[in-house]
């Protein structure tokens, strides 16, 4: 299984961005998945989290701000993103918890997508 995390950049506070995580491989069902982030200096924090039945969540400072969501038929988890404020620059992660064809489960991690919020 591959993941390709993509959508970080560079945006002004107030902005908005929608990162993307695409999972491919030998995959039967993806269950929970998440994003999560670090930022320089800091421990990786858990942002938004979504299980396979559809409950999510968020971390306090990002409620109401961040919005996780996935599409089942394309493998993929995005991350809407609003109000950005500088302190979410970070590199994001996305993490899916994957079942593939042996019924055997699996954490994946994508390789980070990097979020800079500044004027």
């Known amino acids: 299984v591959q993941l390709q995390a993509s959508g970080g950049g560079l945006v002004q506070p107030g902005g908005s961005l929608r990162l993307s995580c695409a999972a491919s491989g030998n995959i039967l069902r993806i269950n929970t998945v998440g994003w999560h982030r670090q930022a320089p200096g800091k421990q990786r924090e858990l942002v938004a989290q979504?299980?396979?039945?559809?409950?999510?969540v968020y971390a306090g400072s990002v409620k109401g701000r961040f919005t996780i969501s996935r599409d089942s038929a394309k493998n993929t988890v995005y991350l809407q993103m609003n109000s950005l404020k500088a302190e979410d620059t970070a590199l994001y992660y996305c993490?899916?918890?994957?079942?593939?064809?042996?019924?055997?489960?699996?954490?994946?991690w994508g390789q980070g997508t990097l979020v800079t919020v500044s004027s």
């Open positions: 993490n899916l918890n994957i079942r593939d064809y042996s019924y055997m489960d699996f954490s994946y």
């Open positions: 979504l299980s396979g039945g559809g409950s999510t």
